[in-house]
């Protein structure tokens, strides 16, 4: 079995911190992006109905996603 230095383990460690924080930044990357056409809806006066008042045929059409 072959041992590690020191050095060995603080690049792995190095390595998965930054492609953690790079997940982390691309999720609030997306959800931020995501949430542009929603504000941009709501603030030109937004849907007439709530989401509890949408049938549950319009609920379905609406949560449609592209693959």
């Not at 930054?18 to 999720?27: C, E, I, T, V």
């Not at 006066?45 to 449609?64: F, M, N, P, T, Y």
């Amino acid at each position: 079995m072959r041992q590690t230095s020191p050095s060995d383990d603080q690049t792995h460690y190095k390595e998965y911190i930054f492609d953690m924080l790079f997940l982390k930044r691309m999720s609030d990357s997306f959800d931020q992006e995501r949430e542009l056409p929603v504000k941009h809806h709501k603030s030109r006066g937004g849907c007439r109905k709530s989401r509890s008042q949408l049938s549950s045929e319009e609920i379905e059409v609406r949560s449609i996603a592209a693959p």
